[in-house]
T-cell receptor, first 109, second 115 residues
Framework: SQKIEQNSEALNIQEGKTATLTCNYT??????LQWYRQDPGRGPVFLLL?????KEKRKERLKVTFDTTLKQSLFHITASQPADSATYLC????????FGKGTRLHILP | EAGVAQSPRYKIIEKRQSVAFWCNPISGHATLYWYQQILGQGPKLLIQFQNNGVVDDSQLPKDRFSAERLKGVDSTLKIQPAKLEDSAVYLCASSLDREGYEKLFFGSGTQLSVL
């Protein structure tokens, strides 16, 4: 079956360091991958979109990569801050949008 | 612009009761989604509408769940009868269209507890 997986349930990073989250997909190649942030008690909020023919996308302190050979997307937050603590979701986006389980990121002051 | 509106915010019912959730998407958004999010999991797509037609309902437990989108705007999701395992947050989202590059805008969700 077509799967999208975020293998790390939780990640603790020291403030100021770069946080790197991983998203893997199997058995197909999505045309797009999307990344969302979700805070407790709130709906997910869109952050970034990357197309399969793009290697990298940046937005302020955020960077997303798309490696079709490894079937993997990496999501980076540079100069991390405690306010970046949240759950981050990746999603494959074709004719429908299917989410991974998410990674809970804790930025430690 | 106004966001996606959902109500109620919280609902507590007993098993075998029925419940309904309401969603008002962003004006002009053709695509509407209902997701179920169980604690600690990612959102699971239940049903996707394009205007007032169903595009995908493959993950909707049709023996107990139903959804409609009248006039291609507001939508309701109903559970009848509810089971304990239906306890979750029900998220509504909308997007301009159903292309993979369209970002989703989510409401705050309805937290359902089935006792």
């Amino acid at each position: 079956s077509q799967k999208i997986e975020q293998n790390s349930e939780a990640l603790n990073i020291q403030e100021g360091k770069t946080a790197t989250l991983t998203c893997n997909y199997t058995n197909y190649s999505p045309a797009y991958l999307q990344w969302y942030r979700q805070d407790p008690g709130r709906g997910p909020v869109f952050l970034l979109l990357i197309r399969e023919n793009e290697k990298e996308k940046r937005k302020e302190r955020l960077k997303v990569t798309f490696d079709t050979t490894l079937k993997q997307s990496l999501f980076h937050i540079t100069a991390s801050q405690p306010a970046d603590s949240a759950t981050y979701l990746c999603a494959r986006a074709d004719d429908k949008i299917i989410f991974g389980k998410g990674t809970r990121l804790h930025i430690l002051p | 612009e106004a966001g996606v509106a959902q109500s109620p915010r919280y609902k507590i019912i007993e098993k075998r009761q029925s419940v309904a959730f309401w969603c008002n998407p962003i004006s002009g958004h053709a695509t509407l989604y209902w997701y179920q999010q169980i604690l600690g999991q990612g959102p699971k797509l239940l049903i996707q509408f394009q205007n007032n037609g169903v595009v995908d309902d493959s993950q909707l437990p049709k023996d107990r769940f139903s959804a409609e989108r009248l006039k291609g705007v507001d939508s309701t999701l109903k559970i009848q009868p509810a089971k304990l395992e239906d306890s979750a947050v029900y998220l509504c989202a909308s997007s301009l269209d159903r292309e993979g590059y369209e970002k989703l805008f989510f409401g705050s969700g309805t937290q359902l507890s089935v006792l």
